[in-house]
């Protein structure tokens, strides 16, 4: 009597009856595979720990902000998610598929400033702004850490005498020395902010790269003045 009229709205869950062809293809015991090769499982691995590192990286941050972890643990544990985090990205698939942390970050919805922070500089804060009181220049132990500083000093200038200026050999060169230099004192010196600025240059070059004439001529400048600066504050 009346016409069957087409619904405009969607059935509702009740309304559907699933074919047997169509439930004879899905098993709900079956595990679901996210890949399927072992080359695809070993990039979402590294993605998912590059992910972890920074959020953990994160959380040290605040953490350290709020004076809640001393500055022993996180340096330690700062320059370890640090090298991690490099190691990760070394791996070419993993680089590629990661992009920048920029893109890694909206992709993901990662608000993650202090973290970001962080690995642009590529140091502690503690290397990066020394907060604790260093040995004093009597003491054997000082005597030792002077000694260390200008060895580690010396190392670095010899490097870009002799034409090693990729960043994978000057970047350890120069943290070791910033390193150093602050277990023998927290004082500013002569150009000692340009090490600093020289570890966020080379930090944010990939291991491959290497300085160009001019930069290596500026970097050598201003490392040997701040070794003198350094020598400085120990008269």
Same mark, same amino acid.
């Given at each position: 009597m009346y016409a069957q009229r087409q619904l405009s709205y969607a059935p509702t869950p009740y309304s559907y009856t699933p074919t047997s062809t169509l439930s004879a293809t899905?098993?709900?015991?079956? %595990?679901?595979?996210?890949? $399927? +090769?072992?080359?695809?499982?070993? =990039?979402?691995e590294s993605l998912a720990e590059v992910y972890s590192i920074i +959020?953990? @990286?994160? !959380? =040290?941050?605040?953490?350290f902000l709020k004076d809640s972890i001393g500055e022993v643990d996180y340096t330690e544990t700062c320059s370890r998610l640090l090298k991690q985090y490099k190691s990760n990205l070394a791996d070419e698939n993993v680089g590629r598929a990661f992009g920048d942390l920029e893109t890694f970050k909206k992709e993901w919805d990662l608000?993650?400033? *202090?973290?970001?922070?962080?690995?642009?500089?590529?140091?502690?804060?503690?290397? %990066?702004q020394p +907060?604790?009181? &260093? !040995? +004093? &220049?009597?003491?054997? &132990? !000082? !005597? /030792?850490?002077?000694? &260390?500083v200008t060895e580690n000093f010396i190392t670095f200038l010899d490097a870009i *005498?002799?034409?090693?200026? $990729?960043?994978?050999? =000057?970047?350890? @060169? @120069?943290v070791d020395t910033i390193t150093a230099?602050?277990?023998?004192?927290d004082k500013e010196f002569e150009n000692k902010g340009k090490i600093v600025n020289w @570890?966020?240059?080379?930090?944010?070059?990939?291991? /491959?790269? %290497?300085?160009?004439?001019?930069?290596? *001529?500026d970097i050598q400048f201003d490392v040997e003045s701040a070794y003198y600066g350094f020598k400085a504050t120990l008269e």
């Open positions: 899905i098993n709900l015991d079956e %595990e679901l595979k996210l890949t $399927s +090769t072992n080359a695809e499982r070993d =990039l979402y +959020t953990t @990286l994160e !959380a =040290l941050e605040k953490a608000e993650c400033p *202090r973290a970001t922070e962080r690995l642009r500089v590529g140091l502690p804060a503690t290397v %990066e +907060t604790h009181r &260093a !040995a +004093t &220049a009597t003491t054997g &132990a !000082a !005597a /030792s850490l002077i000694a &260390a *005498r002799i034409g090693m200026v $990729s960043k994978d050999t =000057l970047h350890p @060169l @120069l230099v602050n277990k023998v004192t @570890l966020i240059t080379l930090n944010q070059m990939r291991a /491959s790269e %290497e300085l160009n004439q001019d930069q290596a *001529r």
